[in-house]
């Protein structure tokens, strides 16, 4: 809660200053490399940490985490991502220094989570290993962005942000998402028992296409292989957008959106789908051999802001109000703060296409930063703290 109140701080104060004065910050790395980074992999992770801790022993039958444990990676992180920050506009090489730090902290946990998958006899233990091998994934993308911070690597930099966006905080929400709520599961038995979790591995095929094709187009000099490289990943992502569009008629008609938890979860997953649609879109145009850098930062935000951040804002209020020992139903604010985010990642949408114009810019990061203080302000009092109903947590 206080990396995202800070981050979140740090890049609208950024923002201001960029758009509204004629001294911007200063950087040395790339403004859009740190901000995606940061804004990505410094918060979020956090909260899979405690998530994985929390519901990884009761998916895999193992003993429950002990808390304490965990206070080497909690004091770590801040600390890695801190360097990474303030070297993002002082000196490359404290940026390298905080970043190798991150990957250190996150790698020692990657492993740990490993290990209790192995330790685990649970029948089913799909779900935690597709989340455990993206956390995998995670920690070598933090290591490639410390030797690209080192060796003044801007390309590999680039790679390292659609990593950590597609191959590793992607696959978590959408493991997540697919074991713990019935819908995303397809919600047909037919389709279930003919294709068993086909579904997901469309899901995550069309999301961990994307480093590579990018990769690849950067590497590749022939005009006509690249081209087929986003014809593929159109066929792909378009794929994916219609078994989204499908799920979510599906919930939209058979599921009572009145109630909002399942309202929020519901908005989580429609951003998925417009963020594939628009993933789509982007492999369409550069394969007709255009430029399509609208669309591509349309369909970051879509993923990050209204996917991640939307599915994140739901799951850790529920969470956060069950260990308190109170009802969602209860916290009004939580749903209007909802509909906040969905706001700041349509007018983030709008300045993506109209880049010229700065107001929907700065008015979603505005709105972006309101919505995550007042949501960490709300919750993070009441973390280390007895139950209200009594009851141990």
């Given at each position: 809660m206080v990396l995202l109140a800070a981050v979140s701080s740090w890049w609208t104060i950024v923002l201001v200053l960029r758009l509204r004065s004629?001294?911007?910050?200063?950087?040395?790395?790339?403004?859009?490399?740190?901000?995606?980074?940061?804004?990505?992999?410094?918060?979020?992770?956090?909260?899979?940490?405690?998530f994985l801790c929390t519901a990884g022993p009761r998916w895999l039958q193992a003993p429950p985490v002990n808390a304490a444990s965990l206070l080497p990676l909690a004091l770590a992180w801040p600390v890695g991502w801190g360097l990474f920050a303030a070297g993002a506009q002082i000196d490359t090489r404290i940026a390298a220094g905080g970043l190798a730090l991150v990957a250190l902290a996150w790698s020692s946990f990657a492993v740990r989570i490993m290990r209790m998958i192995a330790?685990?006899?649970a029948p089913d233990r799909l779900h935690?290993?597709?989340?455990?091998?993206?956390?995998?994934?995670?920690?070598?993308?933090?290591?490639?962005?410390?030797?690209?911070?080192?060796?003044?690597?801007?390309?590999?930099?680039?790679?390292?942000?659609?990593?950590?966006?597609?191959?590793?905080l992607a696959p978590v929400f959408v493991a997540a998402l697919h074991r713990m709520v019935p819908f995303v599961h397809v919600a047909s038995q037919s389709i279930e028992r003919r294709f068993g979790n086909a579904p997901l591995w469309l899901l995550l095929g069309a999301l961990l296409l994307q480093p590579p094709v990018q990769a690849l187009a950067l590497l590749l000099d022939d005009v006509p292989a690249t081209r087929l490289l986003h014809a593929i990943a159109f066929a792909v992502c378009a794929a994916a957008t219609m078994l989204v569009a499908w799920i979510a008629w599906r919930w939209r008609t058979e599921q009572n959106l009145r109630i909002r938890l399942l309202a929020m979860l519901f908005g989580a997953f429609v951003w998925l789908g417009i963020a594939f649609a628009l993933q789509a879109a982007e492999a369409l145009?550069?394969?007709?051999?255009?430029?399509a850098a609208g669309l591509r930062l349309a369909l970051l935000h879509a993923l990050a802001m209204g996917f991640f951040a939307s599915t994140m804002l739901a799951m850790v209020s529920r969470v956060t109000c069950g260990q308190a020992g109170r009802l969602l139903s209860s916290e009004h604010i939580v749903w209007w703060l909802f509909l906040a985010l969905q706001a700041a990642t349509t007018l983030r949408m709008i300045a993506a296409v109209l880049p010229a114009q700065p107001l929907p810019l700065i008015a979603a990061a505005i709105g972006w930063t309101a919505a995550m203080l007042a949501w960490s302000l709300r919750y993070a009092g009441w973390y280390g703290r007895p139950r209200s109903d009594a009851r141990p947590g």
């Amino acid at each position: 809660m206080v990396l995202l109140a800070a981050v979140s701080s740090w890049w609208t104060i950024v923002l201001v200053l960029r758009l509204r004065s004629g001294a911007p910050p200063p950087f040395v790395v790339a403004p859009g490399s740190a901000h995606a980074l940061l804004m990505g992999g410094s918060f979020m992770p956090m909260f899979f940490a405690g998530f994985l801790c929390t519901a990884g022993p009761r998916w895999l039958q193992a003993p429950p985490v002990n808390a304490a444990s965990l206070l080497p990676l909690a004091l770590a992180w801040p600390v890695g991502w801190g360097l990474f920050a303030a070297g993002a506009q002082i000196d490359t090489r404290i940026a390298a220094g905080g970043l190798a730090l991150v990957a250190l902290a996150w790698s020692s946990f990657a492993v740990r989570i490993m290990r209790m998958i192995a330790a685990s006899k649970a029948p089913d233990r799909l779900h935690p290993l597709v989340i455990a091998t993206a956390c995998a994934v995670g920690a070598l993308a933090f290591w490639m962005g410390a030797y690209a911070l080192a060796a003044n690597e801007p390309a590999l930099l680039a790679l390292v942000e659609a990593v950590v966006l597609y191959a590793f905080l992607a696959p978590v929400f959408v493991a997540a998402l697919h074991r713990m709520v019935p819908f995303v599961h397809v919600a047909s038995q037919s389709i279930e028992r003919r294709f068993g979790n086909a579904p997901l591995w469309l899901l995550l095929g069309a999301l961990l296409l994307q480093p590579p094709v990018q990769a690849l187009a950067l590497l590749l000099d022939d005009v006509p292989a690249t081209r087929l490289l986003h014809a593929i990943a159109f066929a792909v992502c378009a794929a994916a957008t219609m078994l989204v569009a499908w799920i979510a008629w599906r919930w939209r008609t058979e599921q009572n959106l009145r109630i909002r938890l399942l309202a929020m979860l519901f908005g989580a997953f429609v951003w998925l789908g417009i963020a594939f649609a628009l993933q789509a879109a982007e492999a369409l145009v550069l394969a007709s051999g255009r430029s399509a850098a609208g669309l591509r930062l349309a369909l970051l935000h879509a993923l990050a802001m209204g996917f991640f951040a939307s599915t994140m804002l739901a799951m850790v209020s529920r969470v956060t109000c069950g260990q308190a020992g109170r009802l969602l139903s209860s916290e009004h604010i939580v749903w209007w703060l909802f509909l906040a985010l969905q706001a700041a990642t349509t007018l983030r949408m709008i300045a993506a296409v109209l880049p010229a114009q700065p107001l929907p810019l700065i008015a979603a990061a505005i709105g972006w930063t309101a919505a995550m203080l007042a949501w960490s302000l709300r919750y993070a009092g009441w973390y280390g703290r007895p139950r209200s109903d009594a009851r141990p947590g």
